[in-house]
């Protein structure tokens, strides 16, 4: 397969964070009364305040969950969780990929839990859920594995008479994937994931569950300022309004609410989990049609339809070794750069080596069938380059 591919993605943007703007983004669209204001100032805090409504709206979020935003992206909100109300009770951590290995290492190595039980699962599967006990531990996982392209299923697992927290890291599920909130004390996720928005924010949602907590228990260790979010017992509300607890990106937030309004406006979460379907579908059904390549994600159930995981599954190229899939991958990713047909789609650098394709609602369907042959001319090449090479 020499020849070039006719279609080109009208919008080449396929990384799995920061992802796509939405279709039709500008930076002209965006308000910009509140910038050069303080964030404190009746103007900022309103536009903080929609950004919380609009996300309580959209996401479908119940009404006495508190919704805040925090800094730092989605690490913050979950350092946040993990160091002010973990340690109440003992604690299952899931682990199947990168940033779910992440928690692990502050909990275990950094908190030094003892009573930290780790269920963890290799790259492309999930550990066995009805391990974990929710009804007397707390729990720690990502809803989709960012890195591995593998989710869980439902919320089916978790009991719903638990008395521990379930402390869900959905950044890149939220707004693709349907959140059972009844099962989920605690949801964190990043602006920059499904709805394209920019990165340094993040957003902590709490249950009562989850409050009540920070309203009885208090960590044996210090708490940096950055991370408290009670005073004298008490929640601090404003933090849940729109006072937030440090400076926040005023041009970002309005970025935020921008992607919110869109949409909104195409129908809501359930056209937003819809479209991450239909894009995924054109991935997963190109793979399923393509020798050369392979679904990370072995069960297809447990498959993301955010951050597809694919690794090469060509003979020829495997039989040669690891290092030799990994040049391939690299060539792959590389040659579509240069093409500008394709950016930022190799693995996440602690995954196995292979692409990895973002598939969320800010991308076209179009610009996914469109890259397909450009993944089989780039291989090709690849391919031919290592045959020359022999």
Known sequence: ?????????????????????????????????????????????????????????????????????????????????????????????LAWESFGEGWVTDVVKQLKLADARVINAPYG??????????????VVFTWNGTTSGVRVPNADWIAADREGLTICDATSAAFAQKLDFAKLDVVTFSWQKVLGGEAAHGMLILSPRAVARLETYKPAWPLPKIFRMTKGGKLIEGIFEGETINTPSMLAVEDYIDALEWAKSIGGLEKLMAKADANA??????????????????????????????????????????????QVAKGITSRLDKEGVAFDIGAYRDAPAGLRIWCGATVEQSDLEALTPWLDWAFAQEKAKLAKAA
């Open 281 to 326: 579908k054109v991935i997963h059904d190109w793979v399923a049609r393509t020798p050369w390549i392979a679904n990370l994600a072995k069960v297809p159930a447990t498959a993301s339809n955010t951050s597809v995981c694919l690794v090469i599954a060509d003979p020829d190229v495997v039989g040669q070794g690891p290092e030799v899939v990994a």
């Open 1 to 93: 397969m020499t020849d070039l591919p006719n279609a080109r993605p009208r919008a080449p943007f396929f990384s799995s964070g920061p992802c796509a703007k939405r279709p039709g983004w500008s930076l002209q669209n965006l308000r910009t009364e509140s910038l050069g204001r303080s964030h404190r100032a009746k103007l900022g805090k309103a536009r903080l305040k929609l950004a919380i409504d609009l996300t309580r709206e959209v996401l479908e979020v119940p009404a006495d969950y508190r919704i805040g935003i925090v800094p730092a992206s989605d690490t913050g909100a979950v350092e946040m969780v993990l160091w002010s109300m973990l340690g109440a009770r003992p604690v299952d951590m």
């Open 125 to 138: 599967e999930l550990p066995d859920l009805y391990q974990v006990d929710t009804k007397n531990r707390d």
